[in-house]
């Protein structure tokens, strides 16, 4: 009944895409990430504009469809004379980048929403004792603030990794030939649905099981308590006449 | 901008109409999600260890690919399927499967596992004495269900839920692939003949963030209704 040569070969093809995917991942993680954190600035600004402005950004780039923000990008920029002449177009003109950036533009709102919760959960007792220290505003930064907040961020992080995975099946609509382009192009010439999909599901669920682990072993790094926790506490006894 | 015009020449009878699909099939994608999210949430907090893990499973299954193969996987799949089904009838050829009711199936799947999650955290949020003390009265079990967990469930469950249909929203954009004429099926279309790709595209964003915000404002009046009759109580309770 189950043809494990077609599966096996399915298996080899659509794994031979998955350098695209990772790439796309990685990329658009890190880009994303460094975004994140610029808008994250500004969403925190005393100026008003500033905060405005990212506030704006996120509301766009997380109000509207991902598949939308990538064909305005990959499809609607070359409208402009513009930018068909200038020196961005080399670029803007490879799908691959133009995945990537749009991958990024919305991944960096989300996470920007994120960092700020946890920001917002940074203890205020814990930066006023690092001030009661003299430390300044850059060290209370690095030593204090951002490795609490990334500790609260983590969880939440995790799922927008999870998130973006499964966002960038999305650049095979812009002809990037990742593993859900590939499984769709094999689907289309075999019509052999249920076979594909299940490798194309089984890559897919492996990659993002690493993530989450990954995820959870960077938690248990970051969390000291745990760590000690691993002897056992002693028991309590119950106090006599109780 | 006359591009835009309702008239014969205009785009925006199609991008409104396509805007009332987009926002059928979240709806139905949504009622679709709420019966299968509950059977998930349900099997999840099941004592019985099996269903406990068929819950989890589908979560982690729906919850873990993209949503773009699980549409595949109904679009394709689905047709082979009828035409399968039609060929024992006697019918030749191969049957189309409707494309709405596909899409909707899909993106309702989806929303299922998440609704799941969102039902499961809200049914646990709940304090334990409720259910005991309705017991304890005597209550029926589909009257504690009827009366104490549903009430209850759905007031812990409607900033979660909100969420989900935003999500849903902005994955029905996907079933385009499917050629269902929705917001983003109808945008490609207007910009594809008249070649300003980066005009529609811009206007169908902003159709989804006009949604996007009115459901938002929506989902918010309703939590604060239901948060009132709760404010009141704990008001009473002090």
């Known amino acids: ?242 | 901008m006359s591009l835009l015009s309702f008239g014969a020449d205009g785009w925006g009878r199609l991008i409104l109409s396509a805007a009332c699909t987009t926002l059928l099939l979240s709806l139905v994608a949504l009622m679709i999600g709420a019966v299968v999210g509950s059977g998930v949430a349900a099997a999840k907090l099941s004592p019985q260890r099996w269903l406990r893990w068929l819950g989890e499973g589908y979560s982690v299954v729906f919850r873990g690919i993209p949503e773009l193969l699980v549409i595949y996987l109904f679009y394709f799949g689905g047709s082979g399927l009828i035409t399968l089904v039609g060929q024992m009838f006697g019918a030749d050829g191969f049957i189309e499967a409707p494309p709405f009711l596909i899409g909707a199936l899909a993106i309702g799947l989806i929303s299922g596992s998440y609704q799941g999650e969102v039902y499961r955290a809200a049914r646990l949020a709940l304090a334990k004495g409720e259910v005991e003390a309705a017991v304890a009265i005597g209550m029926p079990r589909w009257r504690i269900a009827q009366r104490i967990l549903l009430p209850q469930v759905v007031r812990y469950a409607l900033p979660g839920m909100s969420n989900v249909w935003q999500m849903s929203l902005k994955d029905s954009a996907l079933v385009s692939v499917t050629g269902i004429v929705e917001l983003m099926r109808a945008s490609q279309v207007a910009a594809g003949s008249t070649r300003d790709y980066f005009t529609f595209y811009l206007v169908g964003a902003a159709c989804y963030l006009v949604l996007t915000l009115v459901s938002n404002h929506a989902f918010r009046r309703a939590e604060s209704r239901l948060g009132r009759a709760w404010q009141s109580r704990t008001a009473a309770q002090h």
């Not at chain 1, 094999?186 to 897919?204: D, G, H, K, L």
Request: charged share 15%; net charge positive; glycine share 6%.
């Open chain 1, 1 to 242: 009944m189950i043809d494990f040569a077609f599966l096996s070969y399915t298996f080899l093809k659509l794994s031979a895409a998955l350098p695209v995917t990772l790439g796309l991942f990685i990329s658009a993680f890190l880009c994303g990430g460094i975004l994140a954190i610029g808008i994250l600035s500004l969403r925190m600004s005393r100026w008003r504009v500033l905060s405005g402005f990212a506030r704006g950004y996120i509301l766009v780039f997380r109000g509207s469809p991902l598949m939308i923000q990538l064909f305005l990008i990959y499809y609607g920029l070359g409208q402009f004379g513009v930018i068909r002449h200038s020196f961005v177009w080399p670029f803007l003109r490879e799908p691959f980048i133009c995945a990537v950036l749009a991958l990024s533009l919305c991944t960096a709102a989300y996470t920007a929403e994120i960092l700020r919760g946890a920001l917002l959960a940074v203890p205020a007792g814990q930066v006023e004792a690092g001030l009661a220290c003299g430390m300044s505003r850059w060290l209370l930064l690095r030593r204090i603030i951002a490795p609490i907040m990334l500790r609260y961020a983590l969880p939440a992080y995790s799922t927008e990794a999870i998130l973006l995975v499964k966002s960038t099946a999305l650049a095979s609509l812009v002809t990037v030939w990742d593993v859900t382009g590939v499984a769709q192009q094999i689907i289309q010439r075999t019509y052999r649905t249920m076979e594909v999909f299940v490798c194309a599901a089984a890559i897919y669920l492996i990659l993002n099981f690493i993530i989450v682990q990954l995820y959870a072993l960077l938690e248990r790094r970051l969390t000291p308590a745990h760590r000690v926790a691993k002897k056992p506490m002693p028991a309590v006894k119950p106090l006599a006449g109780e």
